[in-house]
């Protein structure tokens, strides 16, 4: 089972910053926070990632709060190529054994 | 700098066929990992592996599937006596020796149909 709690769906208005939420309570302290997109059912696509400190990259910026229970993803200006499943991933790193949810479905709407 | 590569892209096969899907990691990656997409669901880990060594099986089914990573070469997912239960995407993404907290990377997937 997927150790992460997102809202099934979201809609964003083209332009706007789109924030997804995640929810990890049960998150440890060697686990890191991965976020990926999949669209239109190609290969998920790495968006960012951290373990506790929050994280900024071209694609994304991702917040964790302090006692590392849950974080969001941050896309500054969504645009209509953004609509895609969003996954928010617990794992420890050492493996590869990453455990989908059932993730966000973001729509980007013009 | 090509990405992890898979082949085929789309695969067709009758039930009962045998199917093989292959992976090409990234350059420089040495740990190969296969996941599973039935219709409408996520992605369901299945398989790690390391050059020729299997680190992590317990997604696959435990019987008709395998997997390796040979020393040279892709690797191979392989899937004997198909069912049209086994109609899905299978994605297999890649990650440098050093995980880390490190990114792993997936390639496009191979959709396979069983008619």
């Known amino acids: 089972d997927a150790k992460t709690t997102q809202p099934t769906s979201m809609d964003c208005a083209e332009g706007r910053a789109a924030n997804l939420p995640c929810n990890h309570s049960t998150i440890s302290g060697n686990e890191y926070v991965y976020w990926y997109r999949q669209i239109h059912s190609q290969g998920p696509q790495y968006i960012i990632h951290g373990l506790k400190n929050n994280e900024t990259n071209e694609m994304a910026s991702l917040i964790i709060t302090e006692d590392r229970k849950s974080s969001t993803l941050i896309l500054p200006h969504a645009t209509l190529r953004d609509t895609a499943v969003y996954y928010c991933i617990v794992g420890s790193g050492n493996t590869g054994k990453l455990i989908f949810g059932q993730g966000t479905t973001l729509q980007v709407k013009p | 700098n090509a990405g992890v590569m898979q082949n085929p892209r789309h695969l067709v096969r009758r039930r009962g066929q045998e199917a093989r899907l292959r992976c090409s990691p990234m350059k420089g990656h040495s740990h190969v990992y296969w996941y599973r997409q039935l219709p409408e669901e996520g992605l369901k880990f299945m398989v ?11 997604g696959m089914p435990k019987e008709r599937f395998s997997a390796e990573f040979p020393k040279e070469g ?29 990114q792993f990377f997936f390639g496009p997937g191979t959709r396979l149909t069983v008619l």
């Open chain 2, 48 to 58: 790690y592996l390391q050059k020729e060594n299997i680190i992590d099986e317990s």
């Open chain 2, 74 to 102: 892709p690797s191979i997912l392989r899937i004997q006596q198909v069912v049209r239960g086994d109609s899905a995407a299978y994605f297999c993404a890649s990650s440098p020796p050093s995980l880390a907290g490190g």
